[in-house]
């Protein structure tokens, strides 16, 4: 069974950072493309980043030089480091893995999701 658990959200101020953590279990890791999409108040699903099996990344515009995903084979886990946040980063932040972008079909697994809240 895929599972992804999501932790390391909370309340931060504007200008500070926080980082996320994936833990993954269920699937072949280490050779899957991961991705975090968040979904701030009021608003609809915004993709923000992706690795790939081979620790390429690629990011939105609105977080690109800000967040930084990253991953630990070794540990079945994903990162993702958020720098320089501003109210606008506030949202539910979702783990996601799609196994079409691995090479293969079937559904997508979504982690519960961890609320970030960047205020003063």
């Known amino acids: 069974e895929v599972q992804l658990v999501e932790s390391g959200g909370g309340l931060v101020q504007p200008g500070g950072s926080l980082r996320l953590s994936c833990a993954a279990s269920g699937f072949t890791f280490s050779s899957s493309a991961m991705s975090w999409v968040r979904q701030a108040p009021g608003k609809g699903l915004e993709w923000t980043s992706r690795i790939n099996g081979g620790d390429g990344t690629k990011y939105a515009d609105s977080v690109k030089g800000r967040f930084t995903i990253s991953r630990d084979n070794a540990k079945n886990t994903v990162y993702l480091e958020m720098n320089s946040l501003k109210p606008e980063d506030t949202a539910v932040y979702y783990c996601?893995?799609?196994?079409?972008?691995?090479?293969?079909?079937?559904?997508?697994?979504w982690g519960k999701g961890a609320l970030v809240t960047v205020s003063s």
């Open positions: 996601l893995y799609r196994p079409a972008e691995s090479g293969f079909g079937g559904m997508d697994y």
